[in-house]
């Protein structure tokens, strides 16, 4: 399990992000300074704010997963389904990390990431396969339909989250860049807030579908 999710959020998310093609923003942007901080503080917002929700929802697991999923507290499907929706979590969360700014557009231009959309089926595929099919070799058990969609949706609460943590004004430190401004660079990394809203209705309304077929008992859901 631990490699296998060092492999997602190490070696899995810098091929995903690492041969995204560079937007327009990024390319008027002026360069960092050699002394500049490593993790600028757009960054600190959101791995402060993405920590928060997964530790939450992981201690919410730990402590009332027996009870919701109805199995037995420590038990290897208890793990396993902690596992699923942390997985998840980091799945949805690449989505998120597209952009580090303001602008929230998590599916933006998928087409022409054609190498981020591979990635990413090649991740849930595997987490599928060693979930399944893993075992005793990675101390995994098979779930339920119901518990893959609550899984997958409370995974899936990495995109809200990445939504609500952009409405928190947190700028660029203008010293940390060098060389002079260009006259595009403007507006780079800002959006409206009804175009963030925009952004945020695809996923909810995929979920809440997804959550209504699964809790009404739809053949293929059982």
């Not at 010293?175 to 006259?183: Q, T």
Request: proline share 6%; charged share 20%; hydrophobic share 45%.
């Amino acid at each position: 399990m631990m490699l296998w999710v060092n492999l997602i959020m190490d070696t899995m998310g810098a091929l995903a992000l690492g041969t995204e093609p560079p937007t327009d923003d990024l390319l008027y942007r002026r360069p960092y300074k050699r002394d500049s901080t490593l993790i600028s503080r757009p960054m600190w917002r959101n791995i402060l704010c993405q920590s928060l929700y997964q530790l939450g929802l992981l201690i919410f697991l730990l402590i009332k997963g027996p009870e919701i999923f109805e199995c037995v507290d420590g038990s290897v499907e208890h793990f396993t389904i902690i596992f699923n929706a942390f997985v998840f979590c980091q799945i949805f969360n690449e989505f998120n990390a597209r952009e580090i700014g303001d602008v929230f557009d998590p599916f933006r231009n998928l087409i022409t990431s054609p190498m981020f959309t591979a990635v990413i089926f090649f991740t849930v595929l595997a987490q599928y396969v060693i979930v399944e099919y893993g075992g005793d070799f990675t101390q995994t058990e098979e779930l339920s339909t119901e518990e893959w969609v609550a899984t997958i949706i409370l995974g899936a609460g990495s995109i809200p989250v990445g939504f609500f943590m952009r409405l928190i004004p947190v700028s660029e430190d203008p010293e940390c860049f060098a060389g002079v401004p260009h006259a595009k660079q403007g507006t780079c990394g800002r959006q409206s807030f009804v175009d963030k809203l925009k952004h945020m209705v695809v996923p909810v309304a995929c979920a809440a579908v997804l959550f209504y077929y699964a809790d009404d008992g739809v053949p293929g859901f059982d």
